[in-house]
């Protein structure tokens, strides 16, 4: 099913791998000192996996190119994927902050979504990081997207993804109307839990 040499492959797949063990360890710590230096965790669960090969070619080929190695790490830019999902809007905002103050990766690219939503409703701050993989003779730069969003947009999205799924091809054009209001409801009940967030935090520190 793909005409690419197996051991190029291969190759090409331990890297992202390895790149996938790096950012895994390297968020854990940066996340744990930041619960450490403030006493709070702002992360509900991450989630991380490694593109599969058929999702891998079948993108490249939606985006039209052909089927090489060269392709593939220049256009296809979720291969180690990320998703950070935290209670409140501002965790989004911190957590974006903690990533893009380290020196640890490099930001290739970011996308706030929240502030400009897809025209599905899409939500979710989107940063596409180069994370450093010390291979046998060198250091490369390996890309990997994280996507940081609240409890609230990730509902949207599994459920958006799941119906993208189960039909046939497009969306019919009512039930994208309805995920759109669904999209703004969600963005109203994240500000006002942003809101009580805020309120109850005032209240225990003049407690
Ligand atoms: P999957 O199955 O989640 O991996 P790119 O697609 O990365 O080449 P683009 O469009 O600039 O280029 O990427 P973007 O928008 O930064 O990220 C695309 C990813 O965002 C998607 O990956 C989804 O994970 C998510 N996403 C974007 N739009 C939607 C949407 O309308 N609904 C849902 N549920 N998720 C969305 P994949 O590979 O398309 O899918």
Request: net charge negative; charged share 30%; glycine share 2%.
């Amino acid at each position: 099913m793909n005409n690419i040499n197996p051991k190029d492959w291969e190759k090409m797949l331990l890297k992202y791998k390895f790149a996938k063990i790096k950012l895994e360890a390297d968020l854990e710590i940066l996340l744990r000192e930041y619960e450490y230096n403030n006493e709070y965790n702002p992360v509900e669960h991450i989630k991380s996996r490694l593109k599969s090969e058929s999702s891998i070619l079948k993108k490249l080929e939606e985006k039209g190119y052909e089927q090489n190695i060269e392709n593939i790490e220049k256009h296809i830019h979720d291969i180690v994927g990320f998703r950070i999902v935290c209670s409140f809007l501002s965790d989004v905002y911190d957590i974006v902050s903690i990533i893009k103050n380290s020196k640890t990766f490099r930001i290739k690219n970011e996308s706030d979504y929240i502030a400009n939503p897809k025209d599905t409703g899409y939500t979710s701050y989107h940063l596409n990081v180069l994370v450093p993989v010390q291979l046998e003779e060198e250091v490369e730069y390996v890309e990997a997207e994280i996507q940081i969003r609240t409890v609230a947009m990730d509902f949207w999205a599994s459920l958006d993804h799941k119906l993208q799924y189960k039909l046939p091809k497009e969306i019919p054009l009512h039930l994208q109307r309805e995920l759109l209001e669904c999209s703004d409801e969600i963005k109203v009940i994240d500000m006002k839990m942003q809101h009580l967030y805020e309120v109850v935090k005032k209240y225990i520190e003049n407690k």
